[in-house]
C-alpha cells in the first residue's frame, strides 16, 4: 500500500490490525469454501445434479476469486495471507462442512448454510469498513454481492427439486 494510502488510513478511527485479522479470517473462509464447492461438484446424486455440479464449480471458481482479492488485500497492508488449510480450520469464521454425503439436498443445505455465514461476515466487514477504508469497503461490498447471489442460487435450486 502506497505512503499516501497508509497515511489517509491513519487519519481514521479504523484499527488496522483488527481489520487485516478480519481480512484474514475471511481469506480463511474463501479458501475453505472453495475446497467445499469443489469436493461437492464431483458427486451429487439426486434430481437435478448436472445442474447442482455445475452451479457448485461456478461457485468454486468465484470462492478462490475472492480469496485471491482479499490475499492482494492482505498483501497490501504488508501483512502475509494465511497459508495452510490447518491454519485457515483455526481462523476461520465458517468453518468447513465436508461434503461427506453426496445427496443433493445435504449439499444444498451445507453451501446454503455457508453463504449464509460469509454473506454475515462481509456485511460486519463493511459496517467495520464503512466511511474508514474505500478501497476495502468497495471490495467487502462487491464480495457481498456475490455471495447473495450464490444464497440465492442455491434456494432457486432447492425449491425447484421441493416443488418437484
Known sequence: ????????????????????EKLQKAYADEC????????????????????????MQEHAEEELKHANWLAK????????????PHEWLKRSNCGYQEPLDSDIMTLLEQNISSERCAIEVYKQLADFTRGKDD??????????????????????????????
Not at 136 to 162: A, S
Request: aromatic share 6%.
Open 135 to 164: 478501497i476495502t469497503y468497495k471490495l467487502v461490498i462487491k464480495i457481498l454481492e456475490e455471495e447473495v447471489e450464490h444464497e440465492q442460487d442455491l434456494e432457486d435450486i432447492r425449491n425447484d427439486i421441493e416443488r418437484g
Open 73 to 84: 488485500r492482505i498483501i497490501d497492508f504488508g501483512v502475509m495471507p494465511i497459508v495452510g
Open 32 to 55: 475453505l469454501s472453495y475446497i467445499q464447492y469443489w469436493e461437492g461438484a464431483r458427486f451429487p446424486v439426486g434430481l437435478m445434479r448436472s445442474k447442482l455440479s455445475e452451479e
Open 1 to 20: 500500500m502506497g505512503q499516501k494510502s497508509i497515511e489517509i488510513l491513519k487519519q481514521t478511527s479504523i484499527n488496522i490490525e483488527e481489520l487485516v
